[in-house]
């Protein structure tokens, strides 16, 4: 379909799409690096291992790229906003004030104020403090996060609230209820350890690369097996997570969760598809793969109990709101929402399976362990620690396969939040205000076409920016420690503090 023919309201879902996912894309790294960058640092505190001091540089100098980026990204979000869904902003105004004021006074401070601490402290710092920095900045990540999710969360379930009869628009009445109401803790910690795996996967991925060259040996393993345990541990929870969530989604938006399994009639107990062959629109569903009693599961916590079907829930939908709103079709788009969720899962299952494969393999020593480089700095063969042949085998696909794997959680991170906004169509707040109230009207089709293109050239361009970015300092690797690495200051002010020929204490 081309861009012409589309109304404004589906272009402003597009942009919206498209700012949100790439914005997304920096968010979990954000958080995980800045707990990875802090723990190392703290390793280093305790233990004085140089591995870890310069574990600790190579990643924040990587986290420091990406936090720049998601700055940058979230910066497009709020122009898109105002530009495109002025009558969303107007009616949710009054709601989003609190929790997003709170993002940006108190997480945003966090973030914004120890990250320059972190940067030019190096030689000012005892590094004990100096480690303490880094520790905000991944307490304000966090927060960032979590006042973020309670907004969305809202969006998805709305309470503590009323709605002013004289203008129409919805009014906070209990903070902490929408800060604490069960969408929000449980999309909040799904979406929290989501990040970890994606973390963790950026790790062993990095790692990889630089073990099968035979480089930064000590550094590298560190950070591998920190980045395979983080990935196992990670993945449990996010399935154990994700099941909590799905269970609040069944009772919160049935239609939803309906579409996600392409249940068109309502049955108990209720199949869960793996994977559908044909269409699974218009009710044909022609299903593959499929576990008895598993949807019932999912939804009620036996296998037994009756999952409502998509056209039982429009019609219900249709009699609750269909006469008051004008609206004659409450079911989203059923494809998309029913291969987005297996994507998801998919995509974020396989990282957990290459983790706990890479975690055994380290433990079992059933891979290569590259030496150090030679005399004339050309990478030597590589030594099998057991089982030659077997060793062999895996570790050649292993460290393919954990280079890709950096992209999984990520593609299960932008297929989950196409799941989560698309499928709580056609609501931009559920239960309340229609997505097609919600949009700008005095925006033409146009205007949208052009931000939209301006916004894709430009995410293009710091797409490639990034890309570069991370390619010159990953090949480049963990830096060399100098004396003044070594030997931080013990007090407050750092050594040299009063002479201004020093080399800036983040130019390592």
């Known amino acids: 379909m081309e861009l012409a023919a589309l109304a404004p309201e589906t272009l402003a879902r597009w942009q919206f799409g498209v700012t949100t996912v790439y914005h997304f894309l920096f968010v979990p790294l954000t958080i995980s690096l800045s707990v990875f960058v802090a723990g190392?640092?703290?390793?280093?505190?305790?233990?004085?291992?140089?591995?870890?001091?310069r574990a600790a540089k190579f990643w924040g100098k990587l986290f420091l790229i990406n936090i720049a980026m998601g700055v940058v990204t979230g910066i497009l979000q709020e122009f898109q906003f105002g530009m495109n869904w002025s009558d969303y902003s107007r009616f949710v105004g009054d709601v989003f004030g609190a929790p997003l004021a709170f993002e940006a006074l108190v997480a945003f401070f966090f973030e914004s104020t120890f990250i320059g601490l972190w940067i030019f402290g190096?030689?000012?710092?005892?590094?004990?403090?100096?480690?303490?920095?880094?520790?905000?900045?991944?307490?304000?990540?966090?927060?960032?996060?979590?006042?973020?999710?309670?907004?969305?969360?809202?969006?998805?379930?709305?309470?503590?609230?009323?709605?002013?009869?004289?203008n129409g628009r919805a009014e906070l009445t209990d903070f902490v209820r929408v800060l604490t109401q069960n969408t929000a803790l449980a999309q909040f910690g799904h979406t929290l350890v989501a990040a970890f795996l994606t973390g963790g996967a950026f790790m062993v991925g990095i790692a990889a690369y630089h073990l099968m060259r035979g480089r930064h040996v000590p550094v590298m393993r560190s950070s591998l097996r920190l980045g395979l345990v983080v990935m196992v541990v990670a993945g449990v929870l996010t399935a154990v997570t994700g099941d909590r969530l799905g269970k609040i989604m069944y009772d919160q938006q049935p239609m939803k969760m309906a579409a996600a399994e392409a249940l068109w009639e309502t049955q108990g107990p209720a199949p869960f598809?793996?994977?559908?062959?044909?269409?699974?629109?218009?009710?044909?569903?022609?299903?593959?793969?499929?576990?008895?009693g598993l949807l019932s599961f999912l939804a009620h916590d036996n296998f037994?109990?009756?999952?409502?079907?998509?056209?039982?829930?429009?019609?219900?939908?249709?009699?609750?709101?269909?006469?008051?709103?004008?609206?004659?079709?409450?079911?989203?788009?059923?494809?998309?929402?029913?291969?987005?969720?297996?994507?998801?899962?998919?995509?974020?299952?396989?990282?957990?399976?290459?983790?706990?494969?890479?975690?055994?393999?380290?433990?079992?020593?059933?891979?290569?362990?590259?030496?150090?480089?030679?005399?004339?700095?050309?990478?030597?063969?590589?030594?099998?620690?057991?089982d030659r042949e077997l060793g062999t085998a895996l570790t050649r696909w292993y460290w393919r396969l954990a280079l890709l794997t950096m992209l999984f959680p990520l593609i299960a991170n932008?297929?989950?939040?196409?799941?989560?906004?698309?499928?709580?169509?056609?609501?931009v707040v559920y239960g309340v205000l229609p997505t097609a109230a919600g949009v700008s009207p005095t925006v033409s089709q146009g205007e949208v076409i052009t931000s939209m293109s301006v916004f894709i050239a430009l995410y293009?361009?710091?797409?490639?920016?990034?890309?570069?970015?991370?390619?010159?300092?990953?090949?480049?690797?963990?830096?060399?420690?100098?004396?003044?690495?070594?030997?931080?200051?013990?007090?407050?002010?750092?050594?040299?503090?009063?002479?201004?020929d020093r080399p800036m204490a983040f130019s390592y």
């Open 414 to 427: 932008s297929w989950g939040w196409i799941f989560t906004e698309t499928g709580r169509q056609p609501w």
């Open 460 to 500: 293009a361009l710091l797409a490639v920016i990034e890309i570069k970015l991370l390619a010159k300092y990953v090949k480049a690797g963990p830096p060399e420690l100098t004396e003044a690495d070594l030997n931080p200051p013990t007090r407050i002010g750092g050594h040299d503090a009063e002479d201004p």
């Open 122 to 166: 190096w030689d000012k710092l005892p590094k004990g403090i100096h480690a303490g920095c880094m520790w905000m900045v991944a307490l304000g990540s966090v927060l960032s996060a979590y006042f973020i999710l309670a907004a969305n969360s809202w969006m998805q379930h709305p309470v503590g609230y009323r709605m002013n009869p004289e």
């Open 304 to 386: 037994s109990e009756e999952v409502p079907g998509i056209n039982d829930t429009d019609a219900a939908l249709r009699e609750k709101y269909g006469d008051k709103l004008g609206i004659d079709d409450f079911r989203p788009n059923i494809p998309l929402a029913y291969w987005s969720f297996r994507w998801m899962i998919g995509f974020g299952m396989s990282s957990f399976a290459l983790g706990a494969a890479g975690l055994y393999l380290t433990r079992r020593r059933l891979w290569l362990s590259p030496r150090l480089r030679t005399a004339d700095d050309k990478v030597p063969r590589l030594a099998l620690t057991r």
């Open 273 to 292: 598809s793996l994977f559908a062959y044909g269409d699974v629109d218009e009710g044909h569903n022609d299903v593959a793969i499929e576990i008895p």
């Open 40 to 53: 190392l640092e703290t390793a280093w505190v305790r233990t004085g291992s140089e591995k870890y001091l």
